[in-house]
């Protein structure tokens, strides 16, 4: 989706109003309160819970929109928007280790692979100078191309992958004596809860892949980045 054009105005504004209180940042500490109380609460109010994650994912959305609209794009309210994802992400991961302990490995190697692959690309960014971790331009992977560049793919893999764990977490909560199992038969019986699974499964799928493939690029930039390095001081 392109950046709607801030009219003259936003850009005074933009000027003398301080980055900290930017609207998206002011916007991103909200997230950050919801995200707090969510996960006091998660052992012991599971609506509450939910209601507050997604009322932080919802969030997430509008804060780029204002950016965009009031021209309050910031390096602060990037890192701030990145860092609360990946935390949020890592700490429902951690949750749903301790409700499905069959599946603690899964679990854990999803928090590792988001991690890894975000820091990655983090730092792949650094070394080429590019000012936004969404830059693909030069990618040749036509995966992050499409991921990072088309607003409604990014938007349904991001989806599908919170819309997949909640679920699960909201399912265990609401019977702890049998959080342990997979809810097969919702699938079957076509419940709220299966139909839920069913069409956000492929694009958390999407995601993880996306993710892999992230790190394998940003790896191979990193590469390069010593390879150009080494070649340099040999000359």
Known sequence: MAEVPA?????????????????PNLIGYARILANATAFGVAFTNKDLFVTLYFISFVCDELDG??????????????????????????????????????????FLGLLALDISSHWLQMYSTFLSSKTSHKDMGDSKSTL????????????????????????????????????????IQA????????????????????????NV????TAADLCVNYDIQKQKSKSQ
Not at 146 to 153: D, E, K, S, T, V
């Open 144 to 183: 992050l191309r499409l991921y990072y560049h088309n607003r409604y793919f990014m938007g349904y893999c991001c989806i599908g992958a919170e819309v997949l764990t909640l679920p699960l977490l909201s399912e265990c909560l609401a019977s702890l004596l049998e959080c342990g199992q997979v809810t």
């Open 213 to 216: 493939v992230q790190i394998k």
């Open 65 to 106: 929109r204002f950016a965009r609209m009031l021209n309050q794009t910031s390096t602060f309210g990037a890192v701030l928007d990145m860092v609360t994802d990946r935390v949020s992400t890592a700490a429902l991961l951690v949750l749903l280790t301790h409700f499905y302990k069959a599946w603690y490995g899964l």
């Open 187 to 210: 699938i079957s019986a076509k419940t709220i809860f299966g139909v839920l699974l069913l069409a956000s499964l492929p694009g958390c799928v999407i995601k993880q892949l996306v």
């Open 7 to 23: 009219p003259a105005s936003a850009s005074a504004r933009q000027s003398s109003w301080p980055i900290y209180l930017y609207v």
